[in-house]
């Protein structure tokens, strides 16, 4: 093992790592987006306020009974586990399905069901003050949490997000048991092609770590971008204009 035998190794199979490095990174992103959104809606459905006895509460009762079940199955096992299930449920069900949904669908399942606790806490921590001076204005529950109390919820739970999407990247590697050609289904078919396995997946290491140490140093910006400057300049402004010199 030397350097020279990894730099042998990128250079005549760099386009396939590359390739495997942007499916990783694409289904990381797209799992997360579609994960929060879910992740959101399970976070307000358990929070819509249950006051009469009626039917509409007790089929909300029944609704969310079955949301908490998706929540603790998907948080309770593997996604490699829930990968399996997934694609070849539906194989076995006569449902051809691309592996890249498939592999989609199961990442989104698995951040929501994440997600969806984190949003409920974002939620729970927003001052019930706040509440009450929206009901007090005649605000109802949707248009208090759309004005409200979303955009403060969306901002707490940033560095979850992003937490989330670097998890994501790096737990997309388990997809490769259904065959999706993320990078590290490719750097085992270049390292059994090649019998340098601690090279080729040397290689996959810092490519893993390039894109989590992207992300990471991306959101951190973003987040400093919606904080805002460190100190805010105050100016009052009067009517009366300054008087010049010597009048």
């Given at each position: 093992?030397?350097?020279?035998?990894?730099?042998?190794?990128?250079?005549?199979?760099?386009?396939?790592y590359?390739?495997?490095?942007?499916?990783?990174?694409?289904?990381?992103?797209?799992g997360?987006?579609f994960g929060?959104?879910?992740?959101?809606f399970?976070?307000?459905?358990?929070?819509?306020?249950?006051?009469?006895?009626?039917v509409?509460?007790y089929?909300l009762?029944?609704?969310?009974?079955?949301?908490?079940?998706?929540?603790e199955i998907?948080?309770?096992?593997?996604?490699?586990v829930?990968a399996?299930?997934?694609?070849?449920?539906?194989?076995?069900l006569?449902i051809?399905?691309?592996?890249?949904?498939?592999?989609?669908?199961?990442?989104?399942?698995?951040?929501?069901?994440?997600?969806?606790?984190?949003?409920?806490?974002?939620?729970?921590s927003?001052d019930?003050?706040?509440?009450?001076?929206?009901q007090?204005?005649?605000?109802?529950?949707?248009?208090t949490m759309?004005?409200?109390?979303?955009?403060?919820?969306?901002r707490?739970?940033?560095?979850?997000?992003?937490?989330?999407?670097?998890?994501?990247?790096?737990?997309?590697s388990?997809?490769?048991?259904?065959?999706?050609?993320?990078?590290f289904?490719?750097?085992?078919?270049?390292?059994?092609s090649?019998?340098?396995?601690?090279?080729a997946?040397?290689?996959?290491?810092v490519?893993?770590?390039?894109?989590?140490?992207t992300?990471?140093?991306?959101?951190?910006?973003?987040?400093?971008?919606?904080?805002?400057?460190?100190?805010?300049?105050?100016?009052?402004?009067?009517g009366?204009?300054?008087?010049?010199?010597?009048?």
């Open positions: 093992m030397s350097f020279q035998s990894i730099w042998d190794i990128f250079i005549n199979n760099w386009e396939v590359l390739r495997g490095a942007y499916f990783a990174l694409i289904i990381a992103v797209i997360t987006i929060t959104l879910i992740g959101f399970i976070g307000l459905m358990h929070t819509i306020p249950q006051r009469k006895k009626t509409k509460t089929i009762k029944v609704f969310n009974v079955l949301l908490t079940t998706y929540v998907f948080r309770g096992t593997p996604m490699m829930q399996m299930v997934v694609f070849y449920g539906l194989v076995s006569d051809e399905i691309n592996r890249f949904l498939a592999a989609c669908i199961v990442i989104s399942l698995n951040t929501g069901a994440y997600m969806a606790e984190f949003v409920r806490g974002g939620i729970v927003i019930k003050g706040q509440f009450e001076a929206a007090a204005i005649g605000m109802n529950h949707f248009k759309v004005h409200i109390v979303i955009p403060q919820v969306a707490n739970i940033l560095p979850a997000t992003g937490n989330q999407l670097v998890m994501n990247i790096k737990d997309s388990v997809l490769s048991v259904i065959s999706v050609v993320e990078l289904f490719t750097t085992n078919s270049i390292a059994g090649t019998y340098r396995y601690f090279e997946f040397f290689i996959a290491c490519l893993y770590f390039i894109m989590t140490f992300v990471t140093r991306f959101l951190l910006l973003f987040e400093k971008k919606l904080d805002g400057p460190d100190s805010y300049k105050v100016e009052l402004i009067t009366n204009k300054p008087k010049k010199e010597g009048v």
